[in-house]
């Protein structure tokens, strides 16, 4: 099939039908970018997620297991037999789950159908969270001080006494906040890496600890980027995600409200420059960390879509997952490098099904109503529906609602303007959390580093 666009010729078809192996707004998210684009979606679901919207709205569904994610969205054979069942030709793992697994884009692979991401080959590199470091040194990326993996407590004894503290425990498989701490003092030392250890060889098999110097005010600053199949790249601008709670992200924003444009500038150009150097192939972001000096150091990248890619989408004017599927069906990327202007400023909030004031408490129950805020510059990306039972086997996230508007200060109060009208009934969610957070001092000033929830737990009311 020969078609022309932009000069290019080129042999390549998209997908006539593509498997999603995913849940709830992701989900929603990936199917109506196909339906846009003249894909067929096939949704593998859980037994708990049968009558769910996502569900709903696919083109075709196929239940793939009992509610327990272990059973069911991680169930690979079952997930590849979906796949072939239903002549999906590639399959969109979305984010979580399977998103970052290499054996499962191994298979893929082996099978002959496409996983809408990375070669297995670039992922394990880049998953893994000291061989992407060691990558990422090569590449010319700076670095937090920090140690090879550690197994034992006496090596992490060794390695502690050179960095200094405080300083920061990780799981070199970790994810999700999980497998994350701080060490202020020696004597937490041994405690604390035990209880970690154990943590996260029961959550991902692997019980590799690696430790960072720890940054006090530090900001999270990610780049998201994409590359086509044959090395062709663009960063997208960065996503400010320094309000969080446990190392999960609650809020994000772009672009950044207090880092210098040069500065986004030049961390964008050296991060789509190492990952090209590395064979990184779809998007991806990668995730640093910036001190009050505005030093800043590679953390850590993720292989996939991310939770917040809306922010991104709404500045640029550009939809992620049709640039995935572009890329995955051998496109080449019709973007340079000075097509990309950031325009205006988005904030996405994370509204979960958890009690702010109970330490977030996950909470189950049945949405009772459902009243989605819209207007100028809203979006929700969501699949709540009214009656809709929260399944209590995945996580809490319930809908992120994003806004754009042309200033950061019209942001803020769109944002406040959409959660006044937000209503979500029956279980309690983030949405009274969000209200304060955006009237904080500190947060309309644009101050807000990884910590800040923390610190500022009072003044947000938790």
């Known amino acids: 099939m020969k078609n022309r666009t932009n000069g290019y010729f080129h042999l390549h078809h998209m997908f006539r039908k593509i498997l999603i192996a995913n849940r709830g707004e992701i989900a929603l998210r990936i199917i109506r970018a196909c339906r846009e684009m003249g894909i067929r979606s096939v949704i593998a679901h859980s037994e708990a997620d049968r009558d769910s919207l996502p569900v709903q709205m696919a083109d075709e569904r196929i239940c793939i297991g009992p509610g327990n994610s272990g059973k069911s969205y991680l169930n690979i054979p079952n997930i590849i037999s979906a796949a072939i069942i239903s002549h999906a030709e590639a399959i969109h793992p979305g984010y979580g789950f399977l998103s970052e697994n290499t054996s499962f884009a191994q298979i893929c692979k082996d099978v002959n159908i496409t996983f809408i991401g990375p070669s297995a080959e670039v992922m394990a590199i880049m998953g893994d969270k000291v061989s992407a470091r060691q990558a990422m040194v090569e590449a010319g990326l ?16 060794e390695a502690a006494k050179e960095i200094g503290y405080p300083l920061m425990l990780k799981a070199v498989a970790g994810g999700g906040g999980r497998g994350i701490r701080l060490i202020n003092h020696p004597d937490e030392l041994e405690r604390v890496f035990t209880v970690a250890q154990n943590e996260v060889r029961e959550a991902f098999h692997d019980d590799g600890i690696y430790f960072e110097r720890y940054l006090a005010r530090a900001r999270h600053i990610e780049i998201q980027v994409l590359v086509d199949n044959y090395g062709n790249g663009v960063h997208l601008g960065e996503r400010n995600c320094s309000c969080q ?16 444009r040069e500065l986004c500038n030049e961390i964008g150009e050296r991060a789509i420059r190492a990952v090209r150097q590395v064979g990184y192939r779809n998007a991806g972001t990668l995730e640093f960390l910036v001190d009050e000096q505005n030093r ?24 992620l997952v049709k640039q995935q599927l572009l890329i995955a069906s051998g496109e080449p990327l019709q973007l340079k490098q000075e097509d990309i202007q950031l325009r205006g400023h988005a904030i996405e909030c994370r509204i979960t099904a958890e009690d702010a004031n109970l330490d977030f408490r996950p909470q189950t ?9 819209g207007g100028p510059g809203v979006r929700v990306d969501s699949h709540l529906i009214a009656n809709y039972e929260i399944p209590p086997h995945y996580d809490s996230l319930l809908s992120k609602l994003v806004v754009w508007a042309e200033t950061r200060e019209e942001a803020i109060a769109r944002m406040q303007r959409a959660l006044d009208e937000y209503v979500i009934e029956g279980v309690t969610t983030t949405i009274p959390f969000h209200q304060r957070l955006l009237k904080h001092e500190g947060f309309v000033r644009g101050d807000t580093y990884t910590r800040f929830i923390q610190e500022e737990s009072e003044a947000l009311g938790i």
Not at 365 to 373: D, F, N, V, W
């Open 296 to 319: 800043y150091y590679f953390m850590e990248m993720n292989t996939r879509l991310q939770v917040e890619h809306p922010v991104t989408e709404m500045v640029t004017s550009l939809d």
């Open 245 to 260: 709670r446990r190392n999960q992200k609650v809020l994000e924003e772009s672009p950044s409200p207090i880092l210098p």
């Open 365 to 373: 129950g049945t949405i009772e109503r459902y009243l989605p805020p």
């Open 142 to 157: 700076p670095m937090l001080p920090g140690t090879p993996v550690l197994h034992t407590v006496a090596e992490a004894q």
